[in-house]
């Protein structure tokens, strides 16, 4: 099988279910992955309705009939290969829905979130509701700590006009992106959007980590996660999207995109430079116990007063010692 390496990233030019051998047993951190849709999507520009001249040649389909065996055979590579509580984001449409899910099923891998993609550019229909969204069922691998940067785009202390958590908007599970429309320029048939790659990318992963697509098409995945310098493995069966798509990637310089993502804004910390009044010495007190016997440091237990009591770190050590609780001794 065709091996290219590239900073950050190691393609494979074939097919995904024998090629990932290559991939050792609980290695991976991330798995992104959109399957061929078993519905002659060699074909789908004819329902799109799009210029035929700008969709890169190849996409290789499965037939209908196949659907379920190849289901179950990509899905077994992909839990071998993710490690555990690593977790894995595959897209689907609704036609094959039920042979992910049952490949799925066989598994040891858990369901987090069942996601709902509403895209624009809907397929067009007359005598019923226009089918606009797709699936992405998010799973992990039991027996290890998941990664889940739960604050990693949105502070959880960012509030919109009207108060409403920002945090809490960035995490429901139905998610609104569009496809993205690039006039005249060349692009894979489905290829997913940025703005949902990168949203997977940040809440399940870590710079420096691996991260899989098991078809990668026009590479949209591959690019934003080596983009976020993340590194990547990923295989594409047809050589006309692998020669086209690759020659694309090695212009890519790892951690590029970082500057184009939403991070947190920091919360604001009013600090108040009051004298302590007794009750809230008292108070200090009962909270640094409970705090004590948690599994908390004694700097994270410092860093947990800062925030709730809007202190600064030296002014919590000097109220600590009033209480009669040494520094250093505790
Ligand atoms: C839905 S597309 C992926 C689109 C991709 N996520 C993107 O954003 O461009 C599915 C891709 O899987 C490829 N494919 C089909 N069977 C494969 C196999 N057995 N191994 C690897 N790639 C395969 C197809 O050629 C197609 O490019």
């Avoid at 991070?263 to 409970?290: A, F, H």
Wanted: with cysteine; aromatic share 10%.
């Amino acid at each position: 099988m065709r091996k290219v390496t590239i900073p950050g990233g190691v393609f494979y030019n074939g097919d995904c279910i024998s090629g990932s051998s290559q991939i050792p047993d609980n290695s991976v951190d991330l798995i992104i992955t959109d399957p061929p849709y078993g519905i002659e999507g060699d074909k789908l520009h004819r329902h799109y309705n799009r210029d035929e001249s700008f969709v890169t040649d190849g996409y290789v389909e499965i037939p209908a009939e196949e659907y379920e065996n190849f289901s179950m055979n990509w899905i077994a590579q992909a839990e071998r290969i993710l490690r555990p509580g690593g977790s894995i984001y595959i897209v689907s449409g609704y036609t094959n829905l039920l042979y992910i899910l049952n490949a799925l099923h066989h598994t040891r891998l858990e369901e987090v979130n069942h996601i709902i993609w509403k895209y624009n550019f809907g397929v067009f229909t007359s005598r019923k509701f226009v089918s606009s969204h797709y699936h992405i069922l998010y799973y992990t691998k039991p027996g290890g700590i998941r990664t889940f940067n739960t604050e990693c785009r949105v502070a959880l202390s960012e509030k919109d006009e009207h108060g409403g958590s920002l945090n809490y908007q960035d995490r429901e599970d139905v998610w609104i992106i569009n496809r993205e429309y690039k006039p005249g320029r060349v692009k894979n048939k489905n290829e997913l959007p940025f703005a949902l790659l990168s949203r997977i990318i940040q809440y399940s992963s870590n710079e420096g980590d691996l991260v899989c697509d098991l078809f990668l098409g026009g590479f949209s995945t591959a690019r934003t996660a080596i983009g976020l310098s993340r590194n990547v493995i990923g295989f594409e069966i047809s050589s006309g999207m692998f020669d086209t798509r690759i020659q694309e990637m090695t212009n890519l310089v790892p951690g590029s995109l970082l500057n184009t993502i939403r991070t947190p804004l920091e919360p604001e910390r009013k600090l108040t430079r009051k004298t302590w009044t007794d009750d809230e010495i008292n108070s200090l007190r009962t909270r640094y116990q409970e705090l004590s016997g948690t599994r908390l440091t004694e700097k994270e237990i410092n860093s947990k007063l800062q925030e709730e009591l809007g202190r600064g770190y030296w002014s919590i050590e000097k109220a600590l010692k009033k209480t009669g609780i040494k520094p250093g001794r505790r």
